[in-house]
């Protein structure tokens, strides 16, 4: 009797633990979304196509799993990007199997047949115990992985140490993809040089908010930054200044191809540009063959004492005083030895050829030389991207134009059916100053704060071009200016993750007010990133859950 009693109660009392135990799990299996999870959840940058919360939580630990399916070349490097990305600040060395197989708290990564996403898009869903990412190619699949990024908290980007945080991500679905093929971003190394690490640290930055293209403007008057191994002044003499008088620099062959792998591992297109037949005072002063005949010369340089000198080292900011010479069959072999080479190392379909401000070269050369060029670019396997001016050349259908200050050249390009990218100066110039008190930048086109630079929209920009021509957009950081990595961040952040969002996301709804909260969010990630980000005073900084909770001092900046 006793006996039995003894059962009863230790029945109970295993069962009502049981219970106890179950009820635990299930909570913790549904655990409801954190408002910081949430935020994150509504904040990504560019906004996707679709963002639907279901409510509850995964949580990512020491044994979340990278499961791939498929053996489609490229998807295993995404998720060992995915588990390099989130090693350092988790302290997690999560286990990667390629069996394909959906367990409990795995992150798969699979491809698939889904018309709608097209070539960059891809679908995420988050439950309490999986995360599955599909895509219809591995770049789809890498934007995922970003997104994902993005949905963990900021400390996620603590590439240094780990840190200290609950890897809670909301559960839900995402379906996304792009509204334009070309979002890039264009840094000129040339006034300034910026050696292989800054241009990496470029990349990942970019990356982020899924830039595609870097357009590097890798020559210009002040210097040259290639290594041209059948010229090889161009670099020693041509690179060894720049703007101010510093000691400038250039990337050997095999920096550049290391540029490219890096950019081709993240998605990213390198587009190199040598700019001609203007802004060439660099290779004029390298080569002296190459500077124009007496008839191109026609003022002697005493008739404008304060001009620059072509063919003689320039370390000042002027534009338009340099040119080559149509006439000079030595003009033709440098830029056929040059786009030959660079063509070689840029597995890029594109080769840029400037063709800006070439205020020194009559138009009938002009037009002649955008002309060869575009032959000479063809005949390298490449296609020809042309600042606007171009457009008074013979383009068509294969040429792209990138419009930067003039709708005439624009519609002029568009007319003759060539293609568009575009990065209008008083709108995407990331060298223009904030505000008449910016410590960086001029101010030629506009003073552009955050909410002008995103409010366009490529579409409207220029009446009478027709959808279909524009490939998309570009944001341009010019290095008159601009000396260090810090000096590139002031002026590109807050900027460029709006140019990336008018790139990627669709523009009905698009909305300033609602942007905005969204931009403040990602500030905390920016600090872990030590991005030194301008403190812009059209954004509610201290919008995030975690400073209005805290209520953290918000007067102190993210100045390094
Ligand atoms: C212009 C010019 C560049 C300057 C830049 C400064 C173009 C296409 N050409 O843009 O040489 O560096 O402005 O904002």
Redesign the pocket.
């Known amino acids: 009797m006793f006996y039995t009693r003894l059962k009863t109660i230790r029945i109970v009392y295993v069962t009502a633990g049981l219970l106890a135990g179950l009820f635990l799990v299930s909570c913790e299996r549904n655990k409801s979304t954190s408002p910081e999870a949430r935020q994150r959840f509504e904040g990504i940058i560019p906004k996707p196509v679709s963002a639907n919360m279901t409510g509850n939580t995964f949580t990512l630990t020491e044994d979340t799993k990278v499961v791939t399916s498929g053996s489609v070349e490229g998807v295993d490097n995404v998720a060992r990007f995915l588990i390099d990305k989130l090693k350092p600040a988790t302290g997690f060395n999560l286990e990667k199997s390629s069996d394909g197989k959906e367990g409990k708290n795995s992150i798969l990564l699979s491809i698939s047949k889904d018309a709608e996403l097209g070539a960059e898009g891809y679908e995420l869903t988050v439950s309490e115990d999986q995360i599955k990412i599909t895509a219809n190619s591995p770049v789809g699949l890498y934007w995922g992985a970003q997104t994902l990024r993005q949905l963990l908290p900021a400390e996620i980007e603590n590439s240094k140490s780990a840190a200290n945080a609950s890897w809670e991500i909301a559960t839900g679905t995402i379906r996304d993809y792009p509204r334009y093929s070309w979002r890039g971003s264009m840094l000129?190394v040339s006034?300034h040089f910026f050696g292989v690490e800054d241009v990496k640290r470029y990349i990942d930055l970019i990356s982020l908010y899924k830039m595609n293209v870097l357009h590097l403007h890798i020559s210009?008057d002040q210097g040259w930054r290639i290594e041209i191994k059948s010229w090889p002044n161009l670099a020693n003499i041509g690179g060894r200044t720049q703007v101010g008088g510093g000691k400038g620099g250039y990337y050997t062959q095999e920096d550049y191809k290391e540029i490219v792998n890096y950019a081709s591992s993240r998605h990213i297109t390198i587009i190199p540009e040598i700019?001609m037949p203007g802004?060439i005072n660099a290779a004029l002063v390298s080569y002296k063959e190459l500077n124009p005949g007496p008839s191109i010369n026609r003022e002697p340089a005493s008739a404008r004492p304060n001009r620059p000198v072509a063919g003689q080292v320039y370390t000042g900011?002027e534009?338009g005083f340099s040119t080559l010479d149509v006439r000079k069959e030595v003009t033709f072999k440098f830029v056929n030895d040059v786009l030959r080479e660079l063509a070689a190392i840029t597995p890029g379909p594109y080769l840029h050829i400037?063709g800006?401000?070439a205020a020194v070269t009559k138009k009938p050369d002009y037009i002649a030389f955008i002309n060869r060029f575009k032959d000479i670019v063809k005949a390298n396997g490449k296609r020809m991207v042309g600042?606007?001016e171009i457009a008074q050349g013979d383009v068509d259908s294969t040429v792209i134009v990138?419009h930067?200050?003039s709708q005439q050249y624009a519609r002029m390009a568009a007319e003759k059916g060539a293609k568009l990218i575009f990065?209008p100066?008083q709108k995407v110039?990331l060298?223009?100053q904030y505000d008449s008190t910016s410590k960086l930048g001029?101010h030629?086109?506009a003073y552009i704060e955050v909410d002008s630079s995103y409010m366009w929209d490529p579409a409207t920009r220029v009446d009478g071009i027709d959808a279909s021509q524009i490939l998309g957009v570009e944001a341009?950081l010019?290095?008159?200016t601009v000396v260090t990595m810090d000096d590139i961040e002031y002026l590109v952040f807050p900027r460029l993750p709006g140019v990336a969002e008018i790139g990627w996301s669709k523009s009905d709804g698009r909305d300033w007010n609602e942007y905005k909260v969204r931009l403040a969010n990602q500030a905390e990630r920016w600090d872990v990133l030590d991005i030194d980000y301008y403190r812009s005073p059209k954004v509610p900084w201290d919008t995030s859950v975690d400073q209005q909770d805290n209520k953290k001092d918000t007067t102190s900046t993210a100045s390094k």
């Open positions: 000129d006034r210009d700019d802004h900011t534009v400037g800006d401000e600042w606007e990138q930067w200050h990065s100066a110039y060298d223009m001029l030629w086109a341009p010019w290095s008159e």
